[in-house]
């Protein structure tokens, strides 16, 4: 099915909103799925990219801040299972309850990331963090060409 979408369309921005509302509307505990993608002027700077749920306040994030600047920071997968648990947590919404980041790593370089929120506390698997994995590989070249 993703590998479908990726061949839809050659803008990369279309494509990137067609995996997070295809991705939103497949897997019910992916309440909020989107991408932030670095900003090329701002190399340690995320800028919202396209997504699916409700509008955020945060469209640009800091690398080190919450958990989507901790996640490009450290160029690692987050997995936070109770946000409320967190300290260094922005909050999109109050029906957040978890969330998970995964890096998009371009040689050494974080260009971007596929965050997850979810109103459920505790429901990502390792096999969340695989899938999206694989998914972060498939729309890397997408994603290089949003900003």
């Known amino acids: 099915m993703i590998k479908n979408v990726l061949t839809k369309t050659q803008n990369p921005r279309e494509t990137l909103e067609a995996v997070c509302l295809l991705l939103k509307n ?73 969330e998970i980041v995964v890096p998009i790593i371009d040689g050494d370089k974080v260009i971007g990331e596929l965050d997850i929120d979810s109103h459920k506390i505790s429901p990502f698997t390792e096999e969340d963090e695989a899938f999206l994995e694989e998914i972060v590989e498939l729309t890397k070249e997408h994603a290089k060409h949003v900003l």
Not at 33 to 55: C, R, S
Not at 67 to 89: H, L, P, R
């Open 26 to 98: 497949n897997v019910p505990h992916y309440d909020w799925v989107g991408y932030y993608i670095t900003d090329p002027n701002k190399p340690n700077e995320l800028v919202l990219g396209p997504y699916a749920g409700e509008p955020t306040e945060h469209t640009r994030i800091s690398f080190g801040q919450g958990i989507c600047g901790q996640a490009a920071d450290k160029k690692a997968n987050f997995i936070i299972q109770d946000v409320s648990k967190e300290t260094n947590y922005l909050s999109c919404s109050f029906r957040v309850k978890s």
